[in-house]
C-alpha cells in the first residue's frame, strides 16, 4: 500500500499546500528543511558515509515522513518531521553498528 499526504501544512510559521502523491509541495518542504538536514548530517557519524550521503538519507527519512504526516494531529509539519528524522536516523546508526559488531565478531 502506498501511503501518501494531501493537504496543507504549517511549516515553521507558513502555510502551504502538499500533495505527496504528485510531488506537489515535497520541494518546497525539502528546501525549508535544508538548514536542518545539513545540522543534523554534520553531527552525525556513520562508517563509511560522506556527510552527503548522510544528508541525502535524511532527505529520503523527510519524504518518507512526509507521507506518514497526520495534520489532524495537530502538530507541524516541522516538529513532527524533526521528531521522526531523529528517531529514523538514530535507528539507522544502531541498525549500522550491530552489523559493524556482527561483522568484526566473525
Known amino acids: ?3 501518501y499526504f ?11 499546500y502538499v ?5 506537489e509541495g515535497v520541494d518546497r518542504v ?4 535544508d538548514p536542518l538536514l545539513f545540522k543534523m548530517s554534520n553531527s552525525l557519524f556513520i562508517t563509511n558515509y560522506s556527510q552527503e550521503d548522510l544528508k541525502q538519507e ?5 519524504i ?6 497526520d495534520s489532524t494531529k495537530g502538530v507541524k509539519l ?3 518531521l524533526h521528531i521522526h528524522l531523529h528517531n529514523k536516523i538514530i535507528s539507522k546508526i ?3 553498528n550491530k552489523l559493524s559488531n556482527n561483522a568484526f565478531m566473525l
Open 94 to 96: 544502531r541498525s549500522k
Open 58 to 62: 535524511l532527505a529520503i527519512i523527510a
Open 78 to 80: 516541522s516538529t513532527f
Open 64 to 69: 518518507e515522513g512526509i507521507r506518514s504526516y
Open 6 to 16: 494531501e493537504g496543507n501544512v504549517k511549516l515553521y510559521n507558513e502555510e502551504f
Open 30 to 33: 525539502l528546501r525549508k528543511i
Open 19 to 23: 500533495n505527496t502523491n504528485t510531488g
Open 1 to 3: 500500500m502506498n501511503k
